[in-house]
């Protein structure tokens, strides 16, 4: 069987039915790949890219499709290879490697739909019987009331632990985030203490300080040593990205000054970038995502690299269901994944890609059983959720300014 055609679809389409979600944000945009063959069977991969600058994706992807025609998935880390160095002055590391990440990924879906087995099992197979899950709930809607009615509605869910992001955002008045070092760490603590209160002792808690993709600001760090401080006595799974990415050496230092586990990666590229953090052991908890680290098979290559360092990993996902699933393949892979992040109550380019393959009991998700990653892109998703040019999400500037 060898590969005839590789295509991008664009989409647009709610970005969540969360409730609490949409408050601050409303559409999501997605870049899904598909590898086709002569046997006829179509490989479906998905990049995060498409979520943030999804117009840049069709023309990479073209760049790298004459690599793949004619060829074979037998061996798939090496078409990676040949696509990596084609594009070795812009892609070691950044917007190539992710786009890249979409097409690998369609390989191994592919390979999995050829041999009958789940991706999961083509990467070493699946290291636990079930991995516990939290949803990631995004901002913390305030004021604390409405916060309690966001962390009720995961519950009901079935999920036993959620994520919010640092500061508050209010519906109709905006973010509110402190950067002073004691306003933030007591902000923080307050919120941390009212959330422990109402979730109770076994809930599993999370803090996202978003540092560097934040609306307002990022904080220094003075004031995120101040907070993971403040937050010790809290029980939290981990506090993430308390600190800009360009600033490896400052994670190591936050690390080293408080026992609140330090989680980051989500935003870094390739074995490469990772590589430098995991050398200055910048993460207790390190955020893979295999729809934009560079592919599933650098997802592996990046959970090694911190369980050598005797660190662990969780799962990043919030590109849409190829981008979950891919996720959840990767981290029941790897031997030293903590967590899995899922999208909780999410829409149709979740809903509808995943179509029910996605299965979590009493909060833990189950290894995924259906041949490849187990997702699907019919014609009827395409031609509900057509593509908006600009529905990316981006860091408002003077300039550019995000609407939605």
């Given at each position: 069987m060898k590969i005839t055609d590789v295509r991008t679809t664009l989409l647009t389409g709610p970005c969540t039915n969360d409730p609490f979600l949409r408050e601050a944000r409303k559409l999501r945009s997605a870049a899904f790949i598909e590898i086709l063959t002569d046997g006829g069977l179509i490989g479906l991969g998905e990049t995060y890219a498409g979520y943030f600058c999804p117009e840049t994706v069709p023309a990479i992807v073209d760049?790298?499709?004459?690599?793949?025609?004619?060829?074979t998935v037998d061996d798939i880390p090496e078409l990676w290879r040949r696509m990596y160095h084609c594009g070795n002055f812009w892609c070691r590391v950044g917007l190539g490697t992710i786009v890249l990440n979409g097409i690998e990924a369609a390989l191994w879906d592919l390979k999995g739909k050829q041999l009958g087995l789940p991706v999961h099992a083509l990467l070493g197979g699946a290291q636990f019987a079930k991995l516990p899950a939290y949803?990631?709930?995004?901002?913390?809607?305030?004021p604390k009331e409405r916060l309690a009615q966001k962390m009720d509605h995961y519950f009901s869910l079935g999920f036993r632990g959620l994520k919010v992001g640092a500061g508050s955002f209010?519906?109709?008045q905006g973010w509110y985030m402190p950067m002073e070092p004691k306003e933030a760490a007591d902000f923080e603590a307050d919120k941390v203490a009212f959330m422990r209160r109402h979730a109770g002792a076994e809930a599993w808690l999370m803090m996202d300080a978003h540092m560097g993709n934040n609306p307002v600001a990022t904080w220094t760090l003075?004031?995120?040593?101040a907070v993971a401080k403040a937050l010790e006595p809290f029980n939290l799974v981990f506090l993430e990205e308390p600190l800009h990415y360009t600033d490896p050496w400052g994670y190591a230092e936050l690390c080293r000054a408080t026992t609140t586990p330090i989680a980051g990666g989500e935003c870094l590229t390739a074995a490469y970038e990772w590589r430098v953090f995991a050398q200055q052991d910048s993460f207790d908890i390190g955020q893979p995502d295999a729809s934009f680290t560079g592919g599933l098979h650098e997802f592996m290559v990046v959970?090694?690299?911190m369980a050598?360092?005797?660190?662990?990993?969780a799962t990043h996902a919030w590109g849409a269901g190829g981008s979950l699933m891919q996720n959840v393949h990767a981290g029941f892979a790897?031997?030293?994944?903590?967590?899995?992040?899922?999208?909780p109550d999410y829409a149709g380019l979740h809903s509808e890609v995943i179509d029910g393959g996605l299965v979590i009991k009493d909060g833990y998700v189950l290894p995924p059983d259906r041949p490849g990653l187990g997702i699907v892109l019919t014609e009827d998703t395409r031609r509900r959720y057509p593509f908006k040019p600009g529905s990316g999400e981006f860091n408002s500037v003077?300039?550019?300014?995000?609407t939605d």
């Open positions: 760049f790298f499709r004459p690599i793949l025609i004619g060829q949803a990631t709930g995004g901002p913390s809607n305030y209010t519906a109709g003075e004031t995120a040593t959970a090694k690299m050598d360092r005797g660190r662990q990993v790897a031997g030293n994944t903590r967590i899995l992040e899922i999208a003077p300039g550019k300014i995000l």
